[in-house]
């Protein structure tokens, strides 16, 4: 009962310390400009997302809520409905949002898990693990994604989660060699040594001090490829490799493709999803950047030096300079003959 | 005074950020005559290294600003120069040394051509006569076989090789002042003492300036004929090398010529000035080195002494010894 | 925590340690070069003293360091601390073993986890040791802290909050808090500022005094060196010019490198000022070092017999080897052969000539 009791309390301590670090992460991005925005934009589309049956008016899967074909935007239908099947084309795009958001984030956060195991891994035991990893990264990088996701899910059926594994299969190579690299630098660092010294087993190394090394890189890659990985779900969409039964943002772009919106003069059906993407594509990059630059700290210090020479004015500066003036007492010419005592201060 | 080569008055920069002002060079002067070698003593963070951009005034205005009465180089003022004209003094008149060879040379430029760059960028030599010139330079500062060598690349060199191919490109044509930023101190012992040796004859020979940045005493004892000690900012003293190190008054200097273990050392304990350097952004009221100063009177924490002229061209910065001085008057 | 009793044998010998490591890069069948970077180097530390390796880049000084602590596996030969040879000991013998030694480093700013703070980074080795509450770490940290000269208050701080010699100390203090019975000094001072130096070594003499450390101190400042250590050697790639007892190396110094080395120790005693010994050349790399001799090609003194025969260890006084052909010497024959005539110009050429031929 009691061991039960400590396993406890440790997952509870261990637990808080994630989410506390995660606020106080979110908490420095709050105050980035770029940051803002991405943090402003990231949670209106998890809004969405989540509470998605309670905003959107309509529910597109309901066969029964369908309303007529090809009607322009109005008060009832905000973006109007899809020629094809009636359906309401804002509710879809509010839908939408949970397949983008959570293909882009599962992807992104298993890329980063898979990528840094194996870059940290490689890069701080070296030698036959090293030369294992590195080769299997080089026979994936050759391996082609999109003709590969068209077999696979031709054999086990096209659902998102195929794509998902794809993705994160094909995907951790790059990441993985960016962190190795890295890490092939921390390991040389002279406080590994010193922890080694102390005796330390590889794993203690490896959690502590690397891990935390390659954190930054590690979170800002995601971010980005979270971005990345967005984009190309919706392509896979358009190109009708994704689930069917789904609503996604880039399936919408196909059927308004093939449905004739463009020919009809149907611009909101190609522009809802299109916007979609590019707000949910936006937010991480703006995070990411600002990732970028709360991490590097020199880029920082350039974009606020202009800044602050903004606010100097010249009076301020004058006096500046002014309190650094030496006033030289006009020579007092003594010959200094006898060895002054202020020598020696054993 | 057609001997003073540079001319400096009351050189000021600071360094604006988020907290406050930096206030690195705050008012010195400097005077170099020709044929002379001036050494610029102190430790990091005194404002050395600095001075030696805002000389060249390669002191970029974000995110610095510079300011200063006179800056002669010969007579010639270059103090309200515009960036095109000071591009025609640098290089040509005042040349630089810098202290990590490694990344003052262009890796990917074979030596040769860095230095052919130097001649003609500076004067209407061609190709040809400029790779001769570039030939007889590096023979001039010891570099063997200097016709194949020129074809190297800087990684090809070592740490000796490359710090005489820099001494090269400085004296390559033939300036007024040569600026050395602590030129020897990632150096072996043994190059040391080869690569000054250098240093020193080409000055000699030349009869160039020399303005010599270090921190290390025993260079500046060998090789300088004035010295400035620097300190937070400001001159504390200066004198000749040889009133200098034989009778320093500052006390900071004597702590400094103390700390420096010798040869001739029998006890087993080392010299010590308490306490630390205060951060650029952070000085002490008053004399900035009060705080560690053994012999620290009332005044000292409350006003800034100014730098007095001595007899025999010396100054100091000390309360204490304007006090001694007066009282022995 | 073992207590640092006086042992009668040394605490640490090495035994004719050779390392070599390979160049990387190459071409497949091509033969395999080597980098020598320390040769047949024997030597023995009393418990308690101060040693010190001098020598400048290339010599190998950092090698011997790591291969002390058995960071660098020895390519032959080997080393003995405290009676225990440390190739022979079992994965858990060696970390046991490797708590008794400890080291600091040249560069303080890379030497200290910029993420960890002060309290994380002394007491990690105790951590990594276990057996300690959270309260009796922070006890002994606090302890150590103010051994060093440094205040509780510092604890929770971060290392970019200090200056250079700051963060030294805090290195000192990670290195001490197992209590070792050795402790290797690599460089310490050297990217220091000149007025910390002072106190740096004179905070690691009264922890030699009070703890009873017994010191390895690498160096290429040999007015330090002089004042701290009582046993010296002096190395150049990989091989032992001169060794024996700092007094007796200082005051009759018989190798050329060490008079030159010396002599480059630029002195800022005006009135005493000598004549430096200019080396010619520079210092080669250990990828080839020159059979016989390694300090020919520089040495104002070689002689025809130098090139080809690797100088022995030779003892002129008491605690006092020398490796020169100067002191030890030719054979008979060698002499008839006129190896004992120094070189001139076109035999250094010639032998030049020939080595770029083989590269």
């Known amino acids: 009962m009691k061991t039960i009791l400590k396993i406890l309390n440790k997952i509870g301590t261990v637990l808080k310390n994630i989410f506390l670090s995660i606020w106080n992460f979110i908490l420095k991005l709050w105050k980035h400009p770029k940051g803002k925005i991405g943090i402003i934009v990231i949670s209106l589309l998890a809004i969405c997302a989540i509470f998605a049956p309670l905003i959107a008016p309509y529910d597109p899967y309901d066969v029964t809520q369908r309303a007529a074909k090809g009607l322009a935007p109005s008060w009832e239908h905000l973006l ?148 990345g990985i967005m984009v190309a779900e919706a392509g896979l969409s358009f190109l009708g490799l994704g689930d069917p039964t789904a609503i996604s943002w880039g399936k919408m772009l196909a059927e308004a493709q093939s449905g004739g919106a463009l020919l009809f003069g149907h611009w909101w059906w190609i522009m809802a999803p299109g916007i979609g993407i590019f707000l949910a594509v936006f937010s991480f990059m703006r995070i990411g950047l600002a990732l970028e630059e709360m991490f590097n700290p020199r880029m920082k210090q350039s974009n606020n030096m202009y800044k602050i020479f903004k606010h100097l004015n010249n009076t301020y500066l004058n006096e500046v300079f002014n309190s650094m003036n030496n006033e030289e007492l006009l020579g007092i010419q003594v010959p200094l003959t006898e060895q002054t005592n202020l020598k020696g201060e054993n | 005074m057609s001997d003073l080569m540079l001319k400096l008055r009351n050189l000021k920069v600071i360094f604006p950020n988020e907290i406050g002002i930096l206030k690195a060079v705050e008012g010195i002067d400097l005077d170099i005559h020709r044929g002379e070698c001036v050494a610029v003593v102190g430790e990091s963070g005194c404002g050395k290294s600095v001075t030696a951009l805002a000389i060249m005034k390669l002191l970029n205005s974000p995110p610095a600003l510079m300011r200063v009465d006179e800056l002669q180089l010969d007579g010639e003022e270059l103090k309200d120069y515009s960036d095109t004209k000071m591009q025609e003094i640098r290089g040509k008149q005042i040349a630089m040394i810098f202290q990590d060879a490694m990344t003052a040379l262009n890796p990917v430029m074979t030596i040769g051509n860095q230095i052919d760059e130097v001649y003609l960028r500076h004067s209407k030599m061609t190709k040809k006569k400029a790779r001769e010139a570039t030939i007889t330079v590096l023979r001039l500062v010891g570099v063997p076989e200097p016709e194949s060598r020129a074809n190297n690349f800087p990684h090809q060199l070592s740490g000796g090789m490359r ?35 250098v240093l020193n004859d080409m000055q000699k020979k030349h009869q160039m300036s020399l303005l010599l940045i270090t921190h290390d005493l025993s260079v500046v004892a060998n090789m300088a004929d004035m010295v400035y000690v620097m300190y937070c900012g400001k001159v504390v003293e200066k004198g000749t090398v040889k009133q200098l190190f034989t009778n320093p008054h500052h006390p900071y200097t004597v702590g400094l010529l103390a700390s420096v273990p010798k040869l001739s050392d029998t006890h087993h304990h080392f010299v010590q000035i308490p306490d630390c350097v205060p951060h650029p952004m952070f000085k002490p009221a008053g004399c900035y080195f009060h705080p560690r100063c053994t012999h620290a009177i009332d005044i000292c924490s409350k006003e800034m002494p100014p730098l007095v002229s001595v007899e025999d061209g010396r100054q100091i910065r000390c309360w204490n010894c304007l006090n001694q001085m007066k009282g022995g008057k | 925590m073992s207590d640092n009793q006086e042992i009668k044998s040394p605490i640490l010998e090495l035994k004719n340690l050779t390392v070599n490591f390979p160049v990387k890069g190459g071409l497949p069948f091509t033969p395999k070069k080597w980098i020598q970077a320390v040769s047949d180097v024997s030597l023995q530390i009393e418990s308690g003293e101060t040693f010190g390796i001098v020598g400048e880049s290339g010599c190998g000084k950092s090698t011997i360091g790591n291969a002390m602590v058995g960071m660098v596996r020895p390519t032959s030969g080997s080393v003995i601390f405290k009676g225990s040879n440390l190739n022979t000991l079992s994965r858990s013998e060696f970390k046991e073993t490797r708590r008794h030694m400890q080291m600091i480093f040249q560069d303080p700013y890379s030497s200290l986890n910029p993420r960890f703070t002060v309290y994380q980074i002394i007491s990690e080795p105790l951590y990594i040791q276990g057996g300690a509450t959270k309260e009796q770490m922070t006890e002994r940290v606090v302890e150590l802290l103010k051994l060093v000269g440094l205040s509780e208050k510092d604890l929770y701080r971060y290392p970019s909050d200090f200056s250079g010699g700051q963060r030294q100390r805090i290195g000192i203090a990670r ?21 910390v130096h002072a106190q740096i070594l004179n905070l690691l003499m009264e922890l030699q005094d009070k703890l009873k450390i017994t010191y390895v101190f690498i160096s290429h400042n040999l007015a330090v060196v002089k004042n701290i250590c009582e046993h010296m050697v002096v190395m150049y790639l990989g091989k032992v010019m001169e060794s024996g007892t700092t007094e007796a190396i200082y005051n009759n110094p018989k190798h050329p490198y060490t008079k030159a080395l010396i002599s480059a120790v630029l002195d800022i005693d005006l009135e005493h000022s000598q004549k430096r010994i200019l080396l010619k050349g520079d210092i080669p790399s250990p990828i080839n070092p020159p059979k016989g001799c390694r300090f020919w090609q520089r040495c104002p003194y070689a002689m025809k017999g130098c090139i080809d025969h690797p100088a022995e260890m030779v003892e002129i006084e008491p605690n006092h080897f020398v490796a020169c052909h100067l002191v030890s010497g030719f054979s008979i024959e060698d002499k008839t052969a006129g190896l004992n005539c120094p070189i001139e110009e076109e035999h250094v050429l010639k032998h030049n000539d020939e080595k770029k031929q083989s590269n």
Request: hydrophobic share 55%; with cysteine.
């Open chain 1, 80 to 227: 109007g409905t899809t020629i094809t099947t009636g359906q309401d084309i804002f509710s879809m795009l509010i839908y939408g949002t949970r397949v983008s958001l959570v293909i882009g984030l599962v992807t992104g956060i298993s890329i980063a898990f898979v990528g840094a195991i194996m870059g940290i891994l490689a890069g701080y035991i070296g030698g036959v693990v090293d030369n294992i990893i590195m080769r299997v990264v080089d026979i994936l990088l050759v391996i082609p994604t999109l003709p590969l996701i068209i077999v696979l899910t031709n054999i086990f059926g096209k659902t998102y989660l195929m794509i998902i594994v794809i993705f994160v299969a094909l995907g951790w190579t790059g990441l993985a060699r960016v962190i190795r690299s890295l890490v092939l630098v921390l390991k040389n660092a002279n406080y590994v040594k010193a922890s080694e010294l102390a005796g330390a087993s590889r794993w203690h190394i490896m959690i502590k001090h690397i891990l935390p090394g390659v954190s930054h890189l590690l979170i800002m890659s995601t971010a980005l490829s979270c971005a």
């Open chain 2, 163 to 197: 710090q005489r191919v820099l001494i090269a490109m400085a004296f390559a044509t033939m300036p007024k002042l040569i600026i050395a930023d602590e030129p020897t101190t990632a150096l072996d012992v043994t190059i040391q003492a080869q690569v000054l040796n």
């Open chain 3, 175 to 195: 290195a001490i808090i197992l209590n070792p019975d050795f402790l290797i000094c690599d460089e310490p001072v050297s990217a220091l500022d000149v007025s």
